[in-house]
């Protein structure tokens, strides 16, 4: 078991997060959060000069090939950021379903080498969600129905606009009609494909929470070496600090169990679903202490506009019921723990 | 001990609730369940309506002793009217902080002149006040006012300085004040405690615009704001002391309300998981029976808390009632959207979904207002425990 990165791994996180330390101040969110798409295509175009938009697309078709190992430490980052995109749903989520479609190679070909250089978004609906995030601005749209994969452009379907409280997020419900033209993959298939897109995107909402999470510690312990009261910085008190610290702890905590559930997902391990289900518990879990103790420590302050503060708690819970709620993934975990004959005694422990 | 309802309480319950059945209909239909906290804003106007139609039935003021406007309630009754007045669905009180704090603290320590100046105007529901205590510099350590009063020739005083989190001062038409009246006093000593009216050039009230959109509180900044030279509670330099006995008020009867408010909010939790099926799931059943438990704990705490105690001291179990309300309350706010799941994540007027994300957003200030968890917990070891103070930085 090795639990590093590789060293370009890292290298390509370090840069992405320079980048976005640069390009996605919060005075800058604040002002695509006011747009009514609440997207900005100047923010999309610098990720794709990044090479983020290409890391999943297979080399052939313009891409780089990599996988879900480095959109974990990706994830992080837009998580760290809030980045008012909903970037990996096309450039991990629906490369990774396109990629897999069983023949359709014109649908590869058309949409893949545009999703790596940045010229494409497609959105993804999938039942657990009961909205489907970025609609309004799709080329296309790739949607469940009965376990079939349907590729649907925008002018095909109707968008209803569901205002959501976290004022980044863009979710619409979508109403179309399948039909054999727009089927691209029959249930047999399509069954295995949507829980892999399921599974990666839980993974891709736990790394966003790890990065959320540590967003507002960093910003608790900042406000708590600032803020004076009884003549000392807050952050002096042991009541305050250990509020902090619990949070540190929690997170790192939660690491692991994300870097596992990845490394799961990459090698096709048999229990990877239930690794991902661990991972969005722990990330939700690290990132809503994390939420409620900065808060804590900002005071009064952490409840108002003005602090940057609410931007990532109400993205934190926003994602805390997305992509299989809480409910959801406790279900998976204990079905797999009382299912008959599960593996769990010793020489089990770390399948 | 004895636990039982008497039959005169019993035919006051039904009095109570047959008159709110009567009165809270009509033009007031629309005010059921409003007004709470983190609804403060609902339809201030109606809500003030609202309040002189209770005021006309003596239903305002019912703990005040009769002298005063109010009707001598014992605590048993004025539990029975705050348990029918939420039964009911009334509103969220705009006058509750005239009704709660001010005014028995001014029975307490007011002049005659301040009494029969103020009080009738709080029991008729035509003056409603705001609060004017903490300050950008002064939360938890509240004692670190620097908003500054001075007395002129003429005996009146002026304000100078800034507070903040206040609560619908722009609803209101008076706000009490503690300000700094010794120049180069520190801490709790030198402070006066004074009254002002709102609408005058010395004032401007600014509201802060909250995490969830809304804007409840404000900051209130005072420009050599004035004062009548009567308008003094208490002595001056002894405003801590005033202070201190009115948020005594603000952790005893006055709460007893927003209990069962919180019961109306538990309710609302239930019918929901029933609605969407989450009540199937055994971590939610659990988390709800949890809650159950946990507000009757703290309702029984609370009359505890009250039977028995007629004036302002605190009791020992009164210490650990903020602590255990707001923590209780704020699981409770994330109970409701674990409960909603994906559909709370939307901004919706369902009256079976919006009322719960409010109560979420709001429940997160909970362990912050009226004294944080921190501060709580030092009053209980330190007050309540006997165990040695935290070290503070020499003045």
Redesign the interface.
Known sequence: MDFTFEEQQVAFRDAVRKFLMVEAAPEMLREIWETESGRSRDLRAKLADQGITALSVPEEFGGIGLGDLDWVLINQELGYYAIPDSLSDTAYLAAWLLTRLPSDISLKKAWLPRIANGTARIALGHPV???VADAQLADLLLLWHNDEVHAVQRDQVKLSF?????MS?R?YKVEWTPSDATRVAPARIGRDLWEGVLNRAALAVSAQQLGLAQRMLDLGIDHSAQR?????P?GS?Q??KHQLADVAVKIEFAKPVVFRAAQALATNRPRAAVHVSHAKLAACEAA?LSA?RS??VH??M??????DL?MF??RA??L???WG???FH??RVAKFIFAEGSELGPGDTFN | MNLQPSTTDEAFRAEVAEWMRRHLSGRFESLRHRGGPGDEEADPVLRKEWERELAAGRWTCVGWPAEHGGRGLSIEQQVIFHEEYARAGGPGRMGHIGEGLIGPTLIAFGSEAQKRRFLPGIVAGTEYWAQGY?EP?A???LA?VQTRCWQEADGSWRVQGQK??TSLAHESEWIFVLARSEPGSKGRNGLSFLLLPLAQPGVRIQP??????GSE?NEVFFDGAAAEAGHLVGKPGEGWKVAMGLLEFERGVSTLGQQMHFAYEFDLVVKAAQANG?AA?P??RQRIAQAWCGLRVMRYNALRMLSGGEGPGLKREALIYKYYWSNWH?ELG?LA??VL???????SDDPRIRPL?QLF?FS??D???AG???IQ??LIAERGLDMPR?P??T?
């Open positions: 969600n009961p909205f569901n205002p959501s409280i976290e997020r979710l004076k009261q009884f003549g000392k807050i008190f009541a305050v809503w409620r808060m804590q005071g009064a952490g409840y108002t506009w003005e602090a609410q708690m109400k819970w926003a805390d019921a997305a709620d809480r409910a406790k279900t | 903490s510099g939360g938890s350590d670190n903040v989190w802060i615009r909250q995490m969830g959109g509180f989450s799931n971590q939610v704020r994330k959207l674990d799941g994906p559909a709370g994540d939307v901004v994300q957003f997160r200030a362990t912050i207002y944080t968890n921190e917990l030092n935290e503070r930085p003045a």
